[in-house]
């Protein structure tokens, strides 16, 4: 079954906004700290870049990148999470992917991933 499920990537200027959305599935959304991450289609690495990310143990993280400009939040009735992107720069083209660190558990895996959207910020 599909845990998580990203959408709302399009193509904006520079100075834009969009927002995005992840929705999860009940244990995921309840268990699991859900953030997003990017992978720019320069990037050498491998690994996807933590861009932010809601802890159920503490406030929201932002990486230093996107402080002031992207803001996550979440809808308890329909578990969603968002991240609304504002001031959208050229460097911000990825394509983002909504993910959930889960604890450990007999039937749920360690982590989740969403199947990704594509931003595309152009000047």
């Known amino acids: 079954a599909v845990q998580l499920r990203d959408s709302g990537g399009g193509s904006v200027q520079a100075g834009g906004s969009l927002k995005l959305t992840c929705h999860a599935s009940g244990y995921v959304f309840i268990e699991c700290d859900i953030g997003w991450y990017r992978q720019r289609p320069d990037s050498d690495d491998i690994e996807r870049e933590l861009?932010?990310?809601?802890?159920?143990?503490?406030?929201?993280t932002y990486a230093d990148s996107v402080k002031g400009r992207f803001t996550i939040f979440e809808d308890h009735p329909s578990n969603t999470v968002y991240l609304q992107m504002d001031r959208l720069k050229i460097e911000d083209t990825a394509v983002y992917f909504c993910?959930?660190?889960?604890?450990?558990?007999?039937?749920?895996?360690?982590?989740?991933w969403g199947q990704g959207t594509q931003v595309n910020v152009s000047s």
């Open positions: 861009v932010s990310r809601l802890s159920r143990r503490g406030p929201p």
């Open positions: 993910g959930a660190d889960c604890p450990d558990d007999p039937v749920w895996k360690k982590k989740y």
